[in-house]
């Protein structure tokens, strides 16, 4: 039984559209026994890209649709799903409250420069470490005394509102399919996890052969095995389908990046990785998420002598470089970064 026209049928129901980026080989990934493609959700935006992107794609008409007024974000002060979700906010007469993570006292740089032109300081509301593991309850005392209609938008867009916009991606690899062949691996970072969660259940129930290999760049493997146990049950009730948990394992892989491990962290590694993905393939990756990706990739490739047709979600942030000229600047002059 052919599953996908039920699968698109229920994501075209919850979203604006199944967003389409293209494929291009990558050479220093591909040899005789394996041929690698980059998918572009990079260049699905300017502002706003990539995973972001698709799951705005059921987020924004849930908020229309529901006539919202106001949307309190949660995230980190250079975060590029604040940046992005802010700017459509804006479009669509929404407010923007935003619960930010970082200090307001250092000057302004990089995401968190641009996301200064678009929201007065009076609507950031900044919580340091220690409060940030009650941001949620914080936030959701905020929107009980608000007297907009509010919706708690959580770190990432990690819920059950943005799963048809994150299954916008198994969408679009389908029918890049059509076109390239079947891919026999697929490599995707993940934060919050909902973009590589959504990929795993649809590639289930699709019955699909692929092996998901997740490049874990925030949380543990026990809070996405969580997650993926919760947003599950949310695809079964989505799709009217009971979907066995036990298909699921055999579907991925978890990887922590060897480089840089922490969240936000970087190193000089990865931006040679920057440099050389730039040079090699003509593409810009950012050095919280995507390079770690690529260079990640690149070593399960060589190390598990990965064979067959191989697919890299490129998800987009390149606009997070605004914030690491000087280590860029080194990069291109080929010296060397302090870390």
């Not at 019955?207 to 760049?217: G, P, S, Y």
Request: net charge neutral; with cysteine.
């Amino acid at each position: 039984m052919d599953r996908f026209p039920l699968l698109k049928e229920a994501v075209l129901k919850r979203t604006s559209s199944i967003p389409r980026s293209r494929l291009h080989k990558l050479k220093t990934f591909s040899n005789d026994k394996r041929c690698s493609y980059v998918k572009r959700d990079d260049e699905l935006g300017f502002g706003i890209s990539g995973s972001k992107l698709r799951k705005y794609n059921s987020l924004l008409p849930y908020l229309i649709a529901n006539r919202y007024e106001q949307a309190l974000l949660i995230g980190t002060a250079y975060s590029n799903h604040i940046l992005g979700l802010t700017q459509l906010l804006l479009e669509n007469r929404i407010k923007p409250l935003l619960f930010l993570l970082g200090d307001p006292k250092l000057p302004p740089k990089g995401n968190l420069l641009l996301l200064s032109l678009l929201v007065e300081k009076e609507n950031c509301h900044w919580l340091t470490r220690s409060e940030w593991p009650e941001v949620e309850v914080i936030a959701k005392r905020s929107q009980e005394e608000s007297p907009l209609k509010t919706l708690v938008v959580p770190e990432g867009a990690s819920f059950d509102i943005a799963l048809p916009g994150a299954l916008t991606l198994a969408v679009d690899i389908l029918e890049n399919e059509k076109e390239m062949g079947p891919f026999d691996h697929i490599f995707i970072d993940a934060g919050t996890g909902l973009s590589a969660i959504a990929t795993i259940l649809a590639f289930a129930f699709l019955e699909k052969k692929t092996v998901v290999h997740v490049v874990l760049l925030a949380g543990t493997k026990e809070a996405f095995l969580e997650n993926l146990r919760r947003f599950h049950k949310s695809f079964e009730a989505l799709l009217r389908v009971s979907l066995e948990e036990k298909t699921l394992f055999s579907q991925f892989r978890l990887y922590k990046s060897r480089e840089a491990s922490a969240f936000g962290s970087t190193n000089s590694t990865i931006f040679k990785e920057i440099g050389f993905l730039a040079k090699e393939e003509g593409f810009f990756t950012d050095p919280i998420y995507s390079a770690k990706l690529f260079l990640e990739a690149s070593h399960i490739l060589k190390e598990e002598e990965v064979e067959g047709n191989v697919l890299v979600i490129h998800s987009g942030g390149a606009l997070t470089l605004m914030g690491f000229q000087k280590e860029l600047l080194l990069i291109a002059e080929g010296k060397a970064i302090e870390t």
